[in-house]
């Protein structure tokens, strides 16, 4: 079994920053991609930024300069850096994960975290 648990939403002024964590847990020999996707009510889920794990990294225009995806593989954690936030960043934040454990390659979400970014 894997688990991957979000945290770090919260509601913040625009022009504010937020800082998300999301930790992949259980029985894994290692992780491959792992990203941060975002899903506004009424919108189709989005990617937001995703990182390889020798830390190669893809953003959505929409936040290129502003946000920054790191991770600590020792870890197995991604980390979302939200700089000068806008209302349209306002959605529930999901993590995701390709894991491998033992021979299978699965891709394992977290049931996500609301970040609401105030006018």
């Known amino acids: 079994q894997v688990q991957v648990a979000e945290s770090g939403g919260g509601l913040v002024q625009a022009g504010g920053s937020l800082r998300l964590s999301c930790a992949a847990s259980g029985s894994i020999f290692s992780i491959n991609a792992m990203g941060w996707y975002r899903q506004a009510p009424g919108k189709q889920r989005e990617l937001v930024a995703a990182?390889?794990?020798?830390?190669?990294?893809n953003y959505a225009d929409s936040v290129k300069g502003r946000f920054t995806i790191a991770r600590d593989n020792a870890k197995n954690t991604v980390y979302l850096q939200m700089n000068s936030l806008k209302p349209e960043d306002t959605a529930v934040y999901y993590c995701?994960?390709?894991?491998?454990?033992?021979?299978?390659?699965?891709?394992?979400w977290g049931q996500g975290t609301q970040v609401t970014v105030s006018s």
């Open positions: 990182i390889t794990t020798d830390g190669g990294t």
């Open positions: 995701n994960a390709a894991v491998r454990a033992g021979v299978s390659l699965g891709i394992y």
